[in-house]
């Protein structure tokens, strides 16, 4: 479970946990993720490991992968990002930079290394957090958006590429949810009476997950699902406008 310190990531490692998973948690501040690891073993008997790592440097995947050498990780969860704040040309390059390394080349390099292990052990799955943004190119918060809609078409072709091995790929889309994603630069959009709560969403997508053939694209609630299925449908000079300015809300 990548970016387990917080937010969605530290909800879903609880509840994962309560199903009697043991877990490895993985994220760069020690203090969040130990609080998260006391939680979980406070009240759950799993094994429960703990990993800081930076995952937007460069070779990443490759050092976690070498580091769970010899764990055999049945579900791996790509939960880790970043957003921006403010328009491309506002941002500074580096964070551009980084939002790519963590949002799409990390994650890409995760669910090679472990896909390709649980392909050899004949099942498992790998979960990737997308988000509604992915939708439809978003002004305002456009690198991010176009980071998200790489994971969905990304993980959607992995699942199709990986039809009966016993291994799946799933895509996740949660709508704007309370978390600490504003705090750490990105931007939750609308107010916050309109934002779920982070075990809501966790809770939809163990119960998606739970169902005998999980669907290859899970989006928690209703008006986001709703709102993924309609807005590509829509004309791109209609909808993108429209989306600019739910952006600038
Ligand atoms: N909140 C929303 O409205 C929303 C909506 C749709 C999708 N999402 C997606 O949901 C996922 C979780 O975000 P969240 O909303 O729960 O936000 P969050 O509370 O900020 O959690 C982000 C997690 O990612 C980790 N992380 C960030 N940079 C990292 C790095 N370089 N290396 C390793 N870990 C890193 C953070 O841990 P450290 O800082 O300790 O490293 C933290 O655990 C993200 O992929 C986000 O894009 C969020």
Redesign the pocket.
Known sequence: M?????????ELAVQLAERGLDLVL????GD??LEVAERIRRTASVDVTVIL????EPDAAERLHTRTHGLRIHVLVN?????TDADVIETEAERLDELLR??VLALTGLSRRYGADMVTNGSGIVVN?S???AAIPTPHMAVYSAS?TYVYSFTYALDVELRGTGVRAITVM????R???GA?GGR?PGPDRM?AA?ADVVATILRALDTPEPPSVIVPGTANAVTAALLPRLPRGLAVPLVARAMRA
């Open positions: 990548t970016g387990a310190s917080s937010g969605i990531g530290a993985v994220a760069r501040r969040r993720l790592m930076d995952l937007s939960n880790a990002g970043i957003g963590l949002n957090i988000s509604v943004a998200k949660p709508g704007t949810t978390t600490e994603f750490h939750i934002h982070p």
